[in-house]
């Protein structure tokens, strides 16, 4: 099954995102291995896109042919069709994907997305990212994704759970406590994971050890971890914390643009904010808000959290420093300003191929911390170096979640519970090992930090292929 698929774009259907295509010239330089495995030719596909990021690097560490191919393809892609009983009773018809990479290093690992744009090729494309990511962080597992078609937004809680449960059981008989470990991602949470891992356990027969490693990102009640919630934001600022002075820019008064504002980039501006920056503009799905005095992201995130998005917050009433009644200084804007608004990081949190050569130009930024998975498209990636900004790639700066659910992984696997100081510091000296880990490739190899990054993971796999052979 391991054809590559053209996917509808969720770029192309972003109001932001509307430029000309990019020539295949800018994407990729049509790698001898996209031939050799048949590869078609379409610039806008994440996975091919991808794929040609790692081969740009393998190129640059030589890596062996042998691994080359075995990683431009996952190991195993499973799509799956269930249905769900509706509120109404009505029956619906769901399609799920679970996308194994590569177990070179260790057990598949990676998030469950629930997105109504998910395609085959997208989690193809977020799985060999997964196994990247956890090859630079050295956490003991592989890659893996998974998604289902379905608007989280849409349905009700009850029939979340349904959803839930019923994907779990269409996928059970190909994950395990230590063969592959899903997790949260976009559009899913702990509360989705408690449900995977109940089901899990109901179904498989499995001791209630076992079963709770089954998934990661639970709630803290259920065998989550500490610190697991805020991670890949903490990640994402621990990261920061650890290269930005070296790029002359100063963490304390720095100033941060937001894009998207769910787990992940609402955890980096509150962290941020504590580390002394000041966020001053952030846009989600709802709008856009821009506050050059710093927009306060604890606020932010409550109201988010109870209306389902950031506007409207300008409007809430706050207690000034002078016991009055004020409103929050943060005022509305539009797309356009909200990508040219001066700063001295965008952090790009929301979903991938939002950065493209439009939104690249109106950039105002130093430095880009791609707290998403593959925000930017290669073609607005060129963009961004031609204009000098840094770019601090996915593979590293958001590989702070999964480095937790490595944690809560062990806690389960030896029935111990870290505190959420001992998650912090571990999650710390792994982001800081794992961007000094990048410099170094920089430097070994005199490229860009994404290529970089890929590089340094590219090594790690390299090595234990050599190590381990190709059966048989
Ligand atoms: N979905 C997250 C990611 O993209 C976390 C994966 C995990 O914890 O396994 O990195």
């Given at each position: 099954m391991s054809t590559v698929t053209p996917s509808t774009t969720k770029a192309s259907q972003s109001p932001a995102t509307s430029d000309s295509a990019p020539s295949v010239a800018d994407v990729m330089e049509r790698d001898p291995v996209f031939d050799e495995l048949g590869f078609p030719t379409d610039p806008d596909n994440l996975y091919l896109q991808v794929v040609g990021q790692m081969l740009r690097a393998a190129e640059v560490i030589d890596l062996k042919h042998r691994v080359r191919i075995i990683l431009a393809q996952p190991k195993n892609e499973v799509m799956v069709h269930f249905p769900v009983r509706m509120d109404d009773g009505h029956h619906k018809l769901f399609k799920g994907y679970r996308v194994q990479?590569?177990?070179?290093?260790?057990p598949y690992k990676g998030g469950i997305r629930f997105h109504q744009d998910v395609h085959l090729d997208d989690v193809k494309a977020l799985s060999l990212l997964m196994t990247m990511k956890t090859a630079l962080v050295r956490v003991p597992f592989g890659g893996g994704k998974g998604g289902v078609?379905?608007?989280?937004?849409?349905?009700?809680p009850a029939e979340l759970e349904r959803v839930a449960r019923r994907f779990t059981s269409a996928i059970a008989h190909m994950i395990g406590p230590d063969y592959d470990i899903p997790a949260p991602d976009v559009g899913t949470n702990a509360q989705i994971m408690a449900w995977m891992a109940d089901t899990y356990m109901m179904g498989m027969d499995s001791n209630a050890q076992d079963g709770l490693r089954i998934v990661t990102g639970k709630p803290v009640e259920f065998g989550g971890s500490a610190g697991r919630e805020k991670a890949t934001g903490q990640g994402v600022a621990d990261v920061l914390a650890e290269m930005l002075p070296g790029i002359g820019i100063p963490l304390q008064g720095m100033t941060v643009v937001l894009l998207g504002f769910g787990n992940v980039n609402s955890w980096a501006g509150r962290i941020l904010q504590d580390m002394?920056?000041?966020?001053v503009a952030v846009m989600d799905h709802t709008g856009a808000l821009r506050n050059s005095d710093g927009l306060d992201c604890r606020a932010l995130a409550e109201y988010s959290e109870r209306?389902?998005?950031?506007?409207g917050y300008e409007k809430e009433p706050t207690l000034s420093g002078s016991g009055t009644r004020s409103e929050q200084g943060a005022e509305v804007i539009s797309e356009q300003e909200f990508y040219s608004t001066a700063c001295d990081v965008f952090v790009p949190g929301a979903l991938e191929q939002m950065i493209k050569p439009k939104q690249a130009a109106l950039l105002n930024c130093r430095v880009l911390a791609e707290a998403a998975n593959a925000p930017c498209t290669p073609a607005g990636d060129r963009v961004l170096t031609e204009k000098g900004i840094e770019v601090i790639p996915a593979i590293l700066a958001n590989s702070g979640g999964v480095t937790v659910s490595y944690f809560e992984w062990l806690q389960n696997k030896s029935s111990v519970t870290w505190d959420a100081t001992h998650v912090d510091r571990e999650l710390n000296r792994h982001m800081c090992v794992a961007a000094r880990r990048t410099l170094a490739a920089r430097q070994r190899y005199d490229c860009d930090l994404r290529t970089a990054a890929f590089a340094a993971a590219l090594e790690q796999i390299g090595k234990v292929y050599k190590l381990r052979g190709i059966f048989p």
């Open positions: 990479h590569n177990n070179a290093l260790g078609k379905i608007n989280p937004r849409e349905v009700s002394g920056a000041r966020i209306h389902g998005g950031i506007l």
